[in-house]
């Protein structure tokens, strides 16, 4: 009797957690940083569901840290705190990995608990997704009425974070849907998604999608060796070219360009990018500090590049995640980072071919989003990115059956 009350127990928070998942695009919409919290709540319901089963919790959460890329990945965080100790923002820096870490532990906590219990909630995930589109682009069309209506801040821009976690989880989830024979609600998730990016202000968003269809499409029937190189070629040169983007783009780039691309502010994305690129050679070793890219004006190394470059510094973050490692973390942060990456590409070797092609296009559309807009430690990013992960893995569970 015990038992079976325990099983039951175990059954209802393991369903509970997969809902609470599945509701991440419709809390996003409601409240734009919601993220951290909706995926540490469905963390935290899997985790006492699992320990409620009598599940293996050694082996589900301890072991993968054991591996090659568990141990880079421990490396890169710890080079992450000890950074503190030279960063002459050590409150900033501080309050930065207070609330990364607690994202980055619920993230990996649904990553690795729910992806056995999600299959069973993919067709609501996707109807929820198809109607916060829906709702994303009935409020844009009639100028924010519904947002105004619930007195929240009337700004098209407000979209742009639930947006791009949709982004983030359209792939896994189509993927996912068509694998298990329902490719109409796919079609449907992946189309009401791109209608709405299409529709909002989020040009980020529509990169993202464009990006994730096109590598899709170029490698779903590659080997996997082939597949994995062009990924890990493209990711490791968005890394290794970060601190010279700026300069490369400010003679690539010609004026009627700039103009054209006026809305998406390229000329001064350019600046930014040359002030950080400017501050990592003057400080390419150790990084000026772990979370220093809110206040970087403040940093010694601003005093030591040109005036004119100093002003972009502070703008809050580059813009470019690849360029924030190496402006915080230097060389050393750059290259765990890049071993991180190699280890995870490596690691999906195995996978069968459709769960690859997902996982490659995912990683494709996260990083070029990375590339060009946000802060590399943003809660809310890195809790998307942890529940895109679940549905990737849940679609690797869906394509090994036999």
Known sequence: MIARTAGGTAATLDRLGAVVVAA????????????????????????????????????????????PLGLAALAFLAWCGLSLAWSPLPALSLRTLSEFLPALAGAYLVARLAPPHLAQVAGPAAWIMAGTCAYVVADLASGLVIREALGQRVAAFAFNRPLLTMMLLVVPLAAALAASGRCGLAALAAAACAVAAWRSVSGATVLGLATGALTWAALRWLPARAGIGLAGAALLSALVLAPVEGDILARAMPDALHQRLAASSTRARVAIARSFGAAVAADPWRGAGYGTSGRFQEAPVAARIEPEMREMLAVGHPHNSFLQVWAELGIVGAALAAL????TLRALGPWPAPARAAALALFAAAGVV?????????????????????????????????
């Open 340 to 343: 991180v990456m190699v280890l």
């Open 24 to 67: 991440l695009p419709a809390c996003m919409a409601v409240a734009n940083r919601s993220s951290p919290v909706v995926v540490g709540l469905a963390g935290l319901l899997l985790l006492a569901g699992a320990a409620a089963a009598g599940r293996p919790l050694r082996a589900l959460l301890l072991a993968p840290l054991a591996t």
């Open 370 to 402: 990375a590339f060009v807009e946000h802060g590399a430690w943003q809660a809310w990013w890195t809790a998307g990115v942890g529940a895109a992960i679940a549905w990737l893995r849940t679609l690797r569970h869906i394509t090994q059956k036999p």
